[in-house]
């Protein structure tokens, strides 16, 4: 059996490494986070989200439940979010709003947020800190992080993007010999449960779980949330280099 992160298992499903995996806790799950031919499950999920200090709410008479109404935020908000080439999961963000509203908008977009953003953070944990800390007013935040400093008591308001956001992956994939065994296909199943997520949760790891009659995903999952759906044909990594290199030369050095 496979854990590991939708590229991984992109790549080993491209060589043929996996076997089906079909069963009731996996039939559950989205068809979004299935791979081809069920060659892989997603087990949790962990997507980009807008987060703000909760006392700033205060000061604002509508939050920004859009990307694009973070450009309509007050002149003097702080703004903060991880380096896009720092993290997968934050260039995943970039890679995907270009996808979705094309290149030069996108690029447009965070030229125009660039002059409030007062730190780009090398960690995905460091934003949705700063927020919960008074720091920054407004953050692009790792799901989990924001989550697992709210439920450490810190003052943040978390709000999925209604137009959609990006996420990173991590799924389950069978290798043929794995097929064989009863105790693969039953921890791959136990994977989905509530049981997991709250060994993961003791451990501090909040991902979004794929399993939505998880009872624990009532809590972690904001109602109608929107997800962008992965292309079938991921760019290659020297096109998402590219597009990278783009933002550092046009907005990050500016």
Partial sequence: MVLADGETLRQVTAAGGFIPYVSEASDQVNELFHGPNDAYVGVWYDPMVIALNSDYCKSLESLPMTWGELETLPPNARLAMTDFPAASASAELFVCLSSTYGEERTLDFFKQLHPRIIQYAKYLSTPARMAGMGEADVVIASGSEAVRYIGQGYPLRLIWPEDGTSYVM?????????????????????????????????????????????????????????????????????????????????????
């Fill in 170 to 254: 991590t799924g389950v994939g069978i290798t043929p010999s794995g097929g064989t065994s009863a105790l693969v296909t039953a921890f791959a199943d136990w994977l989905f449960t509530d049981e997991a997520i709250l060994v993961m949760r003791s451990n501090d790891l909040f991902y979004m779980p794929t399993n939505p009659t998880a009872m624990t995903t009532k809590a972690f999952v904001g109602k109608g949330h929107v997800l962008f759906e992965q292309p079938e044909k991921p760019l290659a990594a020297e096109e998402r280099q590219k597009i990278l290199d783009r933002w550092v030369k046009e907005v990050r050095m500016k």
